[in-house]
């Protein structure tokens, strides 16, 4: 087992910034792709971010970029979610998660094997 735990989640008003992180115990990150995503309530659990092992690539759904950065620290063994300009479409409950060996792909829950018990955001319009 990798256990992750979220942190930083809370209640924001629209336009404001919220950080969540991720943090590991046990075995280090720094071999793994890592990611977040987020699960509103009656929907599916879907792609937020993703940053490479040494935190050069960083990738982004459509609704984030140019309001999120994704980052790493390896010799911390975490990584931190900054939310800027937060909109009420953003309250969902945001998780990590550690991409699984072999894949290539990293917006897809099937793409990770270890994940955190996630952390709540919650933006007031």
């Known amino acids: 087992q990798v256990p992750l735990v979220e942190s930083g989640g809370g209640l924001v008003q629209a336009g404001g910034s919220l950080r969540v992180s991720c943090a590991a115990s046990g075995r280090t990150l720094s071999m793994y792709v890592m990611g977040w995503f987020r699960q509103a309530p009656g929907k599916e659990r879907e792609f937020v971010a993703a940053?490479?092992?040494?935190?050069?690539?960083?990738y982004y759904t459509d609704s984030v970029k140019g309001r999120f950065t994704i980052s790493r620290d390896n010799s911390k063994n975490t990584v931190t979610l900054q939310m800027n300009s937060l909109k009420p479409e953003d309250t969902a409950i945001y998780y990590c998660?550690?991409?699984?060996?072999?894949?290539?792909?990293?917006?897809?829950?099937?793409?990770?094997?270890?994940w955190g018990q996630g952390t709540q955001v919650t933006v007031s319009s």
């Open positions: 940053i490479g092992r040494s935190g050069g690539d960083a």
């Open positions: 998660a550690r991409r699984r060996n072999g894949s290539s792909q990293y917006t897809t829950t099937g793409d990770y094997d270890y």
